[in-house]
């Protein structure tokens, strides 16, 4: 097709042209190699790229309290396919605190994974779990299980935007012993976009309402401020929201429950991969 205009055109310029050596003919193609190639190595490569994020404190003296968080983000992608994994552990105690006491003010963890198949450029169909833990909640095991179908707006070097939504099934079990399970629905959004050359904002949620009780209703937020202080190593601001509207029962004053709202405030140090 790029040959075809310079030969009409030329046809059209002469009554008669010489037809042109083989190796001429080869040369436009030639001269295509090396787009292809920058183009190939642009598109997703099937590595794991993502960043591993830790902070800690610890105090001596008239506290002896000491504190460590580690997040974590890994996402490999294909043509049509996607894989992404997350982390988070946080731990804080008090190392004063006497018998009978814990000594734990904060210990929690989380995991989920997720798996995107697109079935064109925009639109994909999805898996995905999540396991919880968290002390200070009386939340003893908290996982979901759904699928679901996404949409990415986009997917560039200055804006990330996708929207999800499905159906999740729920688990809840407490310290306390008891249980609940049910159908949610699941939404979820992500939103990343580059500010400066150096700043990024990062905001992504998540929501399970029931099906079957409208009062039982849990979600999670992350949003965070991330700069890249050299090539491979960035520092983030973060704020982590988890929301449950149906809280376990505080154990230190029946029947009161305990706080719907659990947030987090993280200053770390990171590296990308």
């Given at each position: 097709m790029i040959l075809l205009p310079m030969v009409l055109g030329s046809a059209l310029a002469a009554p008669i042209a010489p037809a042109p050596a083989a190796d001429q003919a080869l040369t436009p193609l030639s001269a295509l190699a090396p787009a292809l190639l920058q183009e190939a190595e642009e598109g997703p490569d099937g590595t794991w790229h993502g960043n591993v994020n830790v902070?800690?404190?610890?105090?001596?003296g008239n506290a002896?309290?000491?504190?460590y968080s580690l997040d974590a983000r890994a996402v490999r992608e294909f043509e049509q396919n996607?894989?992404?994994l997350e982390a988070l552990w946080l731990l804080s105690r008090d190392n004063e605190r006497g018998a009978g006491e814990s000594a734990f003010l904060q210990r929690r963890a989380?995991?989920?994974?997720?798996?995107?198949?697109?079935?064109?450029?925009?639109?994909?169909?999805?898996?995905?779990?999540?396991?919880?833990?968290?002390?200070?909640?009386?939340?003893?095991?908290?996982?979901?299980l759904g699928a679901g179908l996404g949409y990415q707006f986009?997917?560039?070097?200055?804006?990330?935007?996708?929207?999800?939504?499905?159906?999740?099934?729920?688990?809840?079990?407490?310290?306390n012993g008891d249980e609940?399970?049910?159908v949610s629905a699941r939404f979820a959004w992500d939103v990343w976009t580059r500010i400066s050359k150096n700043l990024v904002f990062g905001h992504f949620g998540e929501v399970f309402p029931s099906l079957d009780d409208k009062d039982d209703f849990y979600g999670r937020a992350t949003t965070y401020f991330e700069s890249q202080l050299t090539?491979?190593?960035i520092a983030r601001f973060s704020w982590l929201l988890t929301f449950d509207?149906?809280?376990?029962?505080?154990?230190?004053?029946?029947p009161a429950r305990l706080q719907r709202a659990d947030n987090v405030y993280l200053l770390t140090v990171g590296w990308t991969f």
């Amino acid at each position: 097709m790029i040959l075809l205009p310079m030969v009409l055109g030329s046809a059209l310029a002469a009554p008669i042209a010489p037809a042109p050596a083989a190796d001429q003919a080869l040369t436009p193609l030639s001269a295509l190699a090396p787009a292809l190639l920058q183009e190939a190595e642009e598109g997703p490569d099937g590595t794991w790229h993502g960043n591993v994020n830790v902070g800690l404190s610890k105090s001596e003296g008239n506290a002896d309290v000491e504190s460590y968080s580690l997040d974590a983000r890994a996402v490999r992608e294909f043509e049509q396919n996607r894989y992404t994994l997350e982390a988070l552990w946080l731990l804080s105690r008090d190392n004063e605190r006497g018998a009978g006491e814990s000594a734990f003010l904060q210990r929690r963890a989380l995991g989920s994974v997720k798996y995107d198949q697109f079935l064109d450029e925009k639109l994909y169909a999805l898996v995905t779990g999540l396991a919880e833990t968290n002390f200070r909640a009386a939340v003893d095991l908290r996982w979901t299980l759904g699928a679901g179908l996404g949409y990415q707006f986009r997917d560039d070097d200055n804006w990330r935007i996708n929207t999800e939504f499905g159906l999740s099934y729920f688990n809840e079990e407490f310290d306390n012993g008891d249980e609940f399970e049910y159908v949610s629905a699941r939404f979820a959004w992500d939103v990343w976009t580059r500010i400066s050359k150096n700043l990024v904002f990062g905001h992504f949620g998540e929501v399970f309402p029931s099906l079957d009780d409208k009062d039982d209703f849990y979600g999670r937020a992350t949003t965070y401020f991330e700069s890249q202080l050299t090539e491979s190593m960035i520092a983030r601001f973060s704020w982590l929201l988890t929301f449950d509207n149906t809280p376990a029962e505080d154990p230190d004053n029946p029947p009161a429950r305990l706080q719907r709202a659990d947030n987090v405030y993280l200053l770390t140090v990171g590296w990308t991969f």
